[in-house]
């Protein structure tokens, strides 16, 4: 338990240096983003360890990706453009934050044993697919609403709402496939992070291109690649740590067998 510990932490460190690297060969360094990193990381790596008896909530993981978020990618966005080596370096900020947070403060399940592979996918695709009809029924809320406060956003809302809820359905089964395929990885923190981030850039990847049409169809434009990568990207390190937290220190917290 010890080595893996050490190579989680020389990850965490790594994924620092490269945020550092990237902040501080700008042609104009992004100093508040480096002092920001460089709080986030002293917290991160007091707090973590001092909650680790704790027991993982939504909230809890919730508050460490908006502070790192905070920290590391606030600072940046007072100064616009961000080129794309920018945001890259600001993404590996706000991973090596809640790395070094994750590996202080939880402990590697590695006494869990797992399912047959079959059933473990199973159950990683129901679980995708719950959460896909989450997704959707909050989307319907939204679009009910919005038709039923403005008359002008009745046109081709609903349709519009039928691709959501498809992206959602396709993307949480393609996600629990991965996610199911993967599973042992979650015996370490940093392997439920990574699960977490994956699952979260195929669902949102998923939506990706529904409002890329959308934009198509109201006359703004097509989104490129990179741009709908991009947001993919973004959505799955904000949303996707917190959820597989949740869920394997959480809800699963209790099953010898996953």
Do not use: H
């Not at 990706?65 to 370096?89: D, K, N, Q, Y």
């Not at 990179?226 to 869920?247: H, N, R, S, W, Y």
């Amino acid at each position: 338990m010890a080595s893996s510990t050490y190579v989680q932490r020389a990850v965490a460190i790594a994924l620092l240096a490269g945020f550092y690297g990237a902040m501080l060969t700008l042609p104009s360094a992004e100093w508040p983003s480096v002092i920001g990193g460089s709080i986030g990381a002293a917290l991160a790596y007091l707090v973590g360890p001092n909650r680790r008896s704790g027991k993982a909530g939504t909230g809890e993981m919730l508050g460490v990706m908006l502070g790192s978020f905070g920290l590391v990618v606030m600072p940046a966005s007072f100064s616009p453009p961000i080129s794309l080596r920018e945001a890259a370096g600001l993404g590996m900020g706000v991973l090596a934050l809640e790395a070094i947070y994750v590996v202080g403060r939880f402990e590697p399940l590695t006494d869990r044993t797992y399912a047959p592979f079959g059933r473990r996918v199973r159950q990683a695709v129901l679980a995708g697919l719950g959460m896909a009809i989450g997704l959707s029924l909050l989307a319907t809320i939204i679009v009910t609403l919005a038709v039923f406060f403005s008359s002008g956003a009745s046109d081709g809302a609903f349709g519009f709402l039928g691709l959501v809820v498809a992206a959602y359905v396709t993307g949480g089964i393609v996600a629990g496939l991965l996610v199911g395929s993967l599973r042992p990885l979650s015996r370490w923190p940093l392997g439920t992070m990574l699960l977490g981030i994956l699952g979260g850039i195929i669902v949102y990847g998923a939506m990706a291109p529904v409002v890329s049409y959308m934009g198509i169809r109201d006359g703004r434009g097509a989104m490129t690649f990179m741009e709908q990568l991009g947001i993919a990207v973004a959505c799955g390190v904000m949303v996707g740590p917190p959820t597989a937290f949740f869920m394997r220190y959480g809800v699963w917290a209790g099953a010898r067998a996953a």
